[in-house]
């Protein structure tokens, strides 16, 4: 059903069953049984003023902009059209006493139609509240969907940066090796090819396990090894129960390709790089660290390439769930640590 459907099914089946209640109420209030026909044309009227006002009132709130009024503007407003929309129901109520013959002297008492106009509001109070509540929660998972959808354009993007990136710096690696050494070329080749067919594969996807991640790792490791030969060491030491964790694709392998490029390239006898990964609380601590170091022993302010989509990917996926750092963990070394939750 679309939302008119759904809206007057709920009017028609609510201003019902309140009429129903209303009936049953007097009935069972009566010493003898039974309702009179006057008293059942009475509830109907009431009933659909209550359908007609109702309806008035949100298209007054639709129309009007009232629905975007912040709660301290559309307050006074609407208590305003609720006591004009009850002192109304009340005068519809007497009118119809009048035709039927009932009418009386008290039905004018101040006390009476105190009473009968505060009852009638707090009904529309009511309404309102279901129909405002409704509405705000429509509007607020509209909003997310929005959010969501906007973020999942972002970190496409973002993604979709880091392939070419990558794939260019591989192909300058293996341009290197043509001419200076063949075989160890082919073999270079070889691993690009692995490389190509995951990064592929992991394009479409939002997130992949550590381990997926963690193949592509080695084998962009393997490449860059025969490009520097022996002056790029690696070293892992991986927790085994963070193998199944979820983690955004290509994060590690950017992060490891910022400290070789960095780090390693810039030294003359080159270096280590470590990936170490724990569970620690539920949550997966990834820390790289390559020989090399920043400027000043200050944490990175994520202006290269590879740190600020990083940064960027971890705030979109996570909000403040995670954490990243990268620091000068020595005078030799520096350490990237990513730190995520289990679950999104």
């Known amino acids: 059903m679309n939302k008119r459907l759904i809206y007057w099914v709920c009017q028609i089946g609510g201003w019902s069953l309140y009429g129903g209640l209303q009936l049953a109420l007097y009935a069972s209030a009566r010493s003898t049984p039974g309702i009179d026909l006057t008293h059942i044309i009475g509830e109907f009227t009431q009933m ?26 559309l307050t006074p407003r609407i208590s305003a059209l609720i006591l004009l929309l009850s002192s109304l129901n009340f005068s519809v109520l007497l009118l119809y006493a009048f035709f039927a013959g009932e009418l009386t002297s008290n039905d004018f008492l101040p006390k009476t139609v105190i009473f009968n106009i505060i009852g009638t509001a707090v009904v529309y109070i009511l309404w309102s509240m279901i ?12 909003s997310l969907k929005y959010e969501a959808a906007a973020k999942e354009i972002e970190l496409r993007n973002l993604r979709s940066q880091l392939n070419p990136h990558f794939i260019f710096n591989a192909l300058n690696s293996i341009r290197a090796l043509v001419d200076e050494d063949p075989i160890k070329s082919k073999s270079a080749i070889t691993q690009l090819s692995n490389i190509l067919r995951n990064s ?4 479409r996807q939002r997130m992949v396990t550590f381990s997926e991640e963690l193949e592509m790792v080695k084998d962009y490791l393997a490449l860059e090894t025969i490009r520097y030969e022996e002056r790029l060491k690696t070293k892992f030491d991986i927790d085994n129960h963070s193998l199944h964790y979820l983690i955004p694709p290509l994060m590690i392998q950017t992060l490891v390709e910022n400290g070789i490029k960095h780090g390693i390239s810039t030294l ?10 724990k569970v620690e609380d539920d949550r997966l601590l990834i820390q790289i660290r390559n020989a090399g170091q920043y400027v000043d022993g200050q944490p990175a302010t994520g202006t290269g390439f590879g740190i600020s989509n990083t940064m960027k990917r971890l705030e979109l996926i996570y909000g403040d769930q995670a954490s990243f750092r990268i620091v000068n963990e020595n005078k030799k070394t520096v350490l990237t640590e990513v730190v995520l939750p289990k679950t999104l």
């Open 131 to 142: 129909y405002l509540t409704f509405h705000y929660f429509e509007r607020y998972n509209k």
């Open 48 to 73: 659909g003023f209550y359908l007609l006002s109702t309806h008035f009132l949100r298209y007054i709130l639709v129309n009007f902009g009232w629905l975007n009024y912040s709660i301290a503007r």
């Open 200 to 203: 592929l594969t992991v394009d």
């Open 268 to 277: 003359r006898n080159g270096g280590m790089v470590e990936v170490h990964s």
